[in-house]
Nanobody, 112 residues
Framework: QVQLAESGGGLVQPGGSLRLSCVAS????????MDWYRQAPGKQRELVAT???????NYADSVKGRFTISRDNAKNTVYLQMNSLKPEDTAVYYC??????WGQGTQVTVSS
């Protein structure tokens, strides 16, 4: 069973950057695919970015041009590079595997 562990969250000022990591352990695949979701207080969890097994990426309109999803298959790790952060990006960020496993989440707070 795949287990996921996110890291890299924290407090950042508006306009700043963070890079989140999601390590997948227990996977037998040579390529890693993953979704990044986020959930802000009082809101539903929303899909932020996706990378497929073939490396295709897709983004929510709200983060296009600011966030980049990438991966290192050798490390079974998917990254979410977040630039030009806004207060409305504040949320708990989760990674989710194609098999439906969720990580524990990492808090991102954008505030001055």
């Amino acid at each position: 069973q795949v287990q996921l562990a996110e890291s890299g969250g924290g407090l950042v000022q508006p306009g700043g950057s963070l890079r989140l990591s999601c390590v997948a352990s227990g996977s037998s695949s040579s390529r890693v695919a993953m979704d990044w979701y986020r959930q802000a207080p009082g809101k539903q969890r929303e899909l932020v970015a996706t990378i497929s097994l073939y490396g295709y990426t897709n983004y929510a309109d709200s983060v296009k041009g600011r966030f980049t999803i990438s991966r290192d298959n050798a490390k079974n790790t998917v990254y979410l590079q977040m630039n030009s952060l806004k207060p409305e990006d504040t949320a708990v960020y989760y990674c989710k595997s194609p098999s439906g496993q969720w990580g524990q989440g990492t808090q991102v707070t954008v505030s001055s």
